[in-house]
């Protein structure tokens, strides 16, 4: 079985097309085929950490097309948010992070697509965060 590493360009709000998935390649990336899941795994990591701030959502799938791994860059802005917010004590600027926060949330439910829930300190304390959060997770 083979195992791709894929990106896709949001065309919608930031949205992935359903249409939209390539494999990444490239003069510095190769092409992003492997034969076995362990390798995909640790590249896909790799790309990940290297370019936390990436902005395209990126994805392992096999050669049946079952994803395996998801990424979504709206993931590391609600850890960015949730340490903004632990580290002011403005209420203003907390009520605005958690508007934002609440936003990429309501986002990454609608991709349909998010796969991970958020370690703890990527979390906002349970008052502040939004009901959809717990009504997806819970589910």
Same mark, same amino acid.
């Given at each position: ?54 902005? @395209? ?6 050669? $049946?097309? %079952?994803? =395996?791994?998801? /990424? ?12 903004? @917010? ?6 203003? $600027?907390? %009520?605005? =992070?958690?508007? /934002? ?39």
């Amino acid at each position: 079985m083979k195992y791709l590493l894929q990106k896709n360009r949001p065309v919608q709000k930031g949205m992935p097309d359903p249409n939209g998935w390539e494999t990444i390649s490239g003069e510095r990336a190769g092409h992003q085929e492997f034969d076995d899941l362990a390798t995909a795994e640790r590249i896909f990591k790799t790309n990940i950490n290297m370019a936390r701030m990436a902005v @395209f959502p990126q994805r392992i799938i096999d050669s $049946e097309g %079952t994803i =395996l791994s998801y /990424y979504d860059p709206r993931e590391w802005y609600l850890e960015q948010i949730s340490y903004d @917010f632990n580290h002011t004590t403005d209420e203003n $600027e907390r %009520t605005k =992070l958690v508007e /934002y926060y609440a936003h990429y949330v309501r986002e990454l439910i609608a991709t349909g697509l998010w796969l991970t829930i958020p370690p703890i300190d990527a979390r906002l304390p349970d008052n502040y965060m939004p009901k959809e959060f717990f009504e997806y997770w819970n589910q």
